[in-house]
């Protein structure tokens, strides 16, 4: 399903956290939000999600007007940052949450439920954990229940607020790699916000560079990263492009003093 | 009233670090402990044990037979009832007032919130005399109301309406308070992973936001119908003392002894402490279900 957004605004109190942003994203895309914090990306999730109200604008999904849609009804599946998992709740029962809640007339019998929810468990490689409570799982095993559970309502789009934050970083590389090829799997379209420029930058289709409410640039990472077009992204995005991306993975991280500075002075002139 | 839910945590926290120190230190530190443990032992068996155990003796001074007697006396199972009857009413009302205001204040932002958490703990600032005399003021004959409820035959005060009304009155903040540090704790993320799920707003309530706080309102339950039953201010005001029409449980007792009926007054005051006997052992298991309760916080 695609997603449109026509001139988002969205004030809290006197901070103006989504500024007039317009947006396309095709079906089956996998899009990252980037931006560091207070730049209003996961706001701007939550007002796709439903879960915020936009002061003005307009969310079209599939082109549909979907602005006055309440978040139960526009077939969103949202991961929360923390996971938001039903802690009274075992692995099966969360992941089945949103087949259970269904008006009885659309609700699978117990048992395609239990075959939906074992389906979903081997598509997050996590089979043999049903039986447990969320509190007895890793963070990345947490993270991927979440997925589960969202998906588990066949949603159009799925919207994911900084997946791999709250884990460390030899789970979060791991993680990184399988939710691209779950995602080119499965193609549902997908947008994920994100502070880290690594995580947008290997994962992502196109990129959504976000600073201060406002789109600074869309493109794909090597659009971005070749041409940022403006001194934001380019200071953004450039500490990485430098010293992560260019240089081999397993080498020493090559720092550039002169640049760092230069950098610097660059972004106190925008400033 | 809210001294009874105070943690025992910082006695536990005292003789923890106290462990910790070197030996002389500890030597001297076991000394003072010692005291303090024995000075805090001693004044509890003086003034809550053998009260307590006072109650229980003179009740049942004259046998057993007299025992029971007193509480089988037909005003006495009346007060009885009416004690039930009264918090049977209050309690529910309470629990669906407290969830509501503990759900207003712990989700939503609004104008004149801190004014509901100020009233929400009114009673517990106001003397329970003055909440009973503010509904006679309002109901009775001389109220504001008195008239109107008199021309449709309608009695409040001195009756069974006034002590439901008393009773509701000075049991208002245990729910209330019981629940909103709890749902403050919990936040709203799981509820709006409810909602994208397709969860209606009554499904996400009970299948998401109640077993989270199943034990805090069950702990606010107990000790609100503690209060509901042992209430005598407030009630004592409206009820008008009629015998075996309008008297609870605490006023009885109160008569019984006035009049010079010690161990009927006893046995009945008897009943009363097995309630709050009860109540703290209920207290005991929902503290060791919910360990990570902040009973003392609102903020």
């Not at chain 1, 549902?188 to 990129?207: G, K, M, N, W, Y």
């Not at chain 2, 009346?78 to 969830?99: C, D, E, H, Q, S």
Request: net charge positive; hydrophobic share 55%; proline share 5%.
């Amino acid at each position: 399903m695609s997603i449109a957004l026509e001139q988002i605004q969205k004030r809290f109190g006197a901070v103006s956290a989504v500024d007039g942003v317009d947006l396309q994203i095709r079906t089956g895309e996998l899009v990252a939000v980037l931006g560091p914090s207070g730049s209003g990306k996961t706001t701007l999730l939550r007002i796709i999600a439903g879960l915020e109200a936009a002061d003005a604008g307009i969310v079209r999904l599939d082109g549909d007007d979907a602005t006055a849609t309440h978040a139960r009804d526009r077939n969103v599946g949202f991961v929360f940052q923390q996971y938001a998992l039903f802690p009274h709740l075992t692995v099966f029962e969360n992941v089945a949450f949103g087949l259970r809640v269904r008006p009885r007339r659309e609700r699978p019998d117990a048992a395609a439920i239990a075959r939906r929810v074992a389906s979903l468990l081997a598509l997050v490689q996590l089979e043999d954990v049903g039986a447990r409570f969320p509190h007895a799982l890793s963070g990345g095993q947490r993270q991927r229940i979440a997925l589960a559970r969202a998906l588990a309502v066949e949603p159009r789009v799925l919207l994911l607020d900084e997946p791999f934050g709250a884990l460390d970083a030899r789970v979060r590389h791991e993680l990184r790699g399988w939710l691209r090829r779950l995602h080119d799997e499965i193609a549902v379209t997908s947008v994920f916000v994100t502070h880290d420029q690594a995580e947008a930058l290997a994962l992502a289709d196109r990129i959504v560079v976000m600073h201060r409410g406002r789109i600074e640039q869309v493109g794909t990472p090597d659009a971005v990263r070749a041409s940022p077009a403006t001194p934001f992204v380019r200071d953004f995005l450039g500490g990485f492009a430098e010293s992560r991306v260019h240089a081999p993975c397993r080498t020493p991280v090559v720092d550039r003093p002169h640049e760092r500075g230069r950098r610097r002075a660059l972004a106190s002139a925008i400033e | 009233m809210s001294a009874a839910a105070l943690p025992g945590a910082p006695v536990a926290a005292v003789a923890r670090s106290a462990r910790t120190r070197t030996s002389a230190i500890r030597r001297d530190g076991a000394l003072v402990s010692r005291l303090l443990i024995g000075a805090a032992l001693a004044f509890l068996a003086i003034f809550l044990f053998v009260p307590l155990a006072f109650v229980f003796v003179q009740a049942l001074a004259k046998g057993a037979g007299a025992y029971l007697r007193a509480i089988g006396d037909a005003d006495a199972l009346a007060a009885i009832r009416l004690t039930l009857v009264a918090a049977a009413i209050a309690i529910p009302l309470n629990v669906a007032f407290g969830i509501a205001a503990a759900w207003a204040i712990a989700r939503f932002a609004f104008r004149g919130k801190s004014v509901l958490i100020t009233l929400i703990d009114l009673p517990f600032s106001v003397s329970p005399v003055i909440a009973g005399l503010v509904y006679v003021l309002v109901f009775g004959m001389q109220g504001w109301l008195g008239p109107w409820l008199a021309a449709h035959d309608i009695k409040v005060i001195f009756a069974v309406p006034g002590i439901v009304l008393a009773t509701i009155f000075v049991t208002v903040p245990f729910v209330a308070r019981e629940l909103i540090p709890l749902l403050q704790a919990q936040g709203v993320e799981q509820e709006e992973a409810a909602t994208m799920l397709g969860a209606r707003a009554w499904q996400t309530f009970v299948r998401v936001t109640l077993p989270n706080i199943k034990w805090g309102l069950l702990y606010g339950v107990v000790l609100c119908s503690a209060r509901a039953m042992g209430e005598f201010g407030a009630v004592s005001v409206v009820s008008g003392h009629i015998r075996g029409a309008t008297n609870t449980l605490p006023l009885h007792v109160e008569i019984a002894y006035n009049e010079y009926q010690f161990a009927a007054a006893f046995a009945c005051a008897s009943l009363l402490a097995l309630i709050a006997l009860a109540t703290l052992a209920l207290k005991l298991v929902l503290e060791r279900r919910s360990p990570d309760r902040h009973p003392e916080r609102i903020e």
